[in-house]
């Protein structure tokens, strides 16, 4: 593991918890919502989709319901944890249909897109 994702932490200033090992999640498909500087989506929110999230994501040209076997990405189905692009789930709190997020697993990187609060409204537990 990269030392720096040992040291990730959460928005919330703590130490970046997994997301979801079912589906396996995150850029580095680690199951948590690490990034670096090659992650140019910084896919650092961790969210619990929905049908509503789900469609708005396909509508905006991101498929996450079809699944995509080449890729080893069983595409998402409502109630799955995944680690969303931090300006798709911007677009989509602007939209009405943000999916809730996890902050525990949030990365702290996400507060360059959005402000804890805006997240805080939108937190279920980890």
Not at 3 to 24: D, I, W, Y
Not at 37 to 50: I, M, S
Not at 85 to 111: D, I, K, Q
């Amino acid at each position: 593991m990269n030392p720096e994702m040992a040291t990730s932490r959460n928005v919330l200033g703590n130490k970046l918890v997994p997301c979801s090992t079912q589906p396996r999640t995150g850029y580095f498909r680690d199951g948590c919502c690490n990034t670096n500087d090659d992650d140019f989506g910084v896919h650092t929110v961790c969210a619990e989709v929905t049908a509503d999230f789900l469609a708005f994501s396909k509508q905006s040209g991101n498929d996450l319901s079809t699944p995509r076997p080449e890729y080893g990405f069983p595409g998402l189905k409502p109630g799955d944890r995944w680690c969303l692009c931090a300006s798709r789930w911007v677009e989509a709190m602007e939209a009405g249909c943000a999916p809730r997020v996890v902050l525990e697993s949030t990365h702290e990187r996400t507060l360059a897109f959005v402000a804890l609060p805006a997240l805080q409204a939108f937190a279920i537990p980890g």
